[in-house]
């Protein structure tokens, strides 16, 4: 018979050969947990504990520019392929730093030493000379990648993250290669009242209440009556204070709250001018047309009402419009209820008649630019005059916006502009004289 060969563990030698197994397998959870799969570098959660240990370091963020874009254009294999790509572009660029991916398209660098300003203005200076244009080759593909980066010149590393996340969107805003944050910046009270500002619009489209029409009239040009009134969006909040769209729009349209302003705004049009005799017109942005719930309850209450024909629906001319055939369905379709469509603040965006022979529009407003000095500026008069002319031979009448003044208002009369709006005629108001 054949000897055993291995010898039989003692109860303390299996605890030890356990507790081995045990300490390596814990070492591979930590190491799981603080490494980004893809890029194998250290994650958010590494950055987090590192910074914790020592005080003396300088942070600097690294944004690649326009990764959805890559992204959604080459595919998730070419885009996890740049991510890779660009760490290691990170990692040779700053052999002093370490290098940890944070979010999707967005790296740290961690230098142990704290940096002045002029010092880290030097190093973002090389840095971002380094990370210009950087060329990556796929299969038979040139990619090229940029970058923005920012960092902290702050006195104290107390909220480090939010501060050079602030330099980072102020980099990204006003498209520079990249910001510095520092204590004399208002960075966290300018971000502080937005903050209060959204939950101010937020709470006011909730509550429906706080989201009103304002009704500015328009008058015919050759009689002087009021023929139409224009709806206009307002916020009130819960101090009874009046805001402007040019200031709760941008807000709203962040916190994805914008559709139901449009939707309220129709609503309680429609609801005032069934006891009034008047046309109306609201305000369509193309983010509103290409919104298949905001189309859908345009039809339903062109259907379900009895003033559909009064009403006419502004599209904004300076709003881009990415896909003009989904313009032209939507004017055919609401045409076909008897509404009117305008073009709104033409010559203000990037004006072209081509745009208005696709459109085929009932009215053509035009911007207040142009009409504000219409008394004195000639080559106003001469724009101006041409828009009215090629409106006239298609059969498409005219609304003068911004009229502020009776030299205005005869201005636009001899040049033959249909319809005029404007502070001189009446300011808005929550009420429908």
């Not at 874009?69 to 572009?89: C, I, P, R």
């Not at 700053?94 to 142990?112: C, P, S, T």
């Not at 914008?258 to 609201?282: A, G, L, N």
């Not at 905001?294 to 024909?309: A, Q």
Request: with cysteine.
């Amino acid at each position: 018979m054949q000897k055993h060969l291995h010898k039989e563990l003692s109860p303390s030698e299996k605890i030890e050969v356990l507790s081995r197994e045990l300490e390596l397998v814990q070492k591979s959870l930590v190491e799981q947990f603080y490494t980004d799969p893809l890029t194998r570098l250290p994650n958010l959660y590494k950055l987090r504990h590192d910074l914790e240990e020592d005080n003396n370091f300088t942070l600097i963020l690294a944004n690649i520019d326009n990764f959805k874009l890559l992204n959604d254009f080459y595919g998730f294999l070419v885009g996890d392929f740049v991510l890779e790509s660009f760490a290691k572009s990170l990692q040779e660029s700053q052999k002093e730093a370490v290098v940890y991916r944070i979010a999707g398209d967005e790296f740290a660098l961690l230098i142990k030493e704290k940096m002045n300003f002029y010092l880290l203005k030097e190093y973002l200076d090389s840095l971002a000379r380094k990370l210009i244009h950087l060329k990556y080759a796929y299969a038979q593909t040139e990619i090229y990648v940029d970058c923005t980066l920012s960092s902290s010149a702050s006195l104290s590393h107390h909220d480090i993250f939010s501060k050079v996340n602030m330099a980072l969107k102020y980099a990204k805003k006003q498209q520079l290669k990249y910001w510095i944050y520092e204590d004399s910046m208002s960075f966290s009270q300018e971000y502080e009242t937005n903050l209060k500002y959204a939950t101010k619009v937020r709470k006011a489209i909730v509550d429906s209440s706080g989201i009103v029409p304002y009704f500015q009239p328009i008058i015919d040009n050759k009689t002087n009556e009021i023929v139409k009134f224009e709806a206009l969006s307002r916020l009130i909040d819960e101090e009874g204070r009046i805001h402007n769209p040019n200031h709760f729009i941008p807000v709203a349209k962040t916190i994805k709250v914008y559709d139901k302003i449009t939707m309220t705004i129709i609503e309680k049009s429609f609801e005032v001018f069934q006891s009034y005799p008047f046309d109306f017109s609201v305000n369509l942005s193309f983010e509103d047309i290409i919104n298949p719930e905001i189309c859908d309850f345009i039809i339903d209450k062109l259907t379900t009402s009895k003033i559909g024909h009064r009403v006419t629906f502004e599209l904004l001319e300076s709003e881009k419009v990415e896909d003009f055939n989904k313009v032209i369905l939507f004017f055919y379709e609401i045409k076909r209820y008897g509404a009117k469509v305008a073009i709104d603040d033409f010559g203000s965006g990037f004006s072209n008649f081509s745009y208005i022979i696709k459109l085929k529009p009932d009215f053509i407003k035009i911007d207040g630019s142009l009409i504000k000095e219409l008394d004195k500026d000639k080559n106003a008069q001469i724009v101006v005059e041409t828009i009215v002319s090629f409106s006239k031979k298609l059969g498409i009448k005219t609304v003068a916006e911004f009229v502020h003044s009776s030299t205005v208002l005869s201005a636009v009369k001899q040049l033959g502009i249909d319809y005029s709006q404007g502070y001189y005629i009446d300011m808005p108001s929550p009420f429908v004289p």
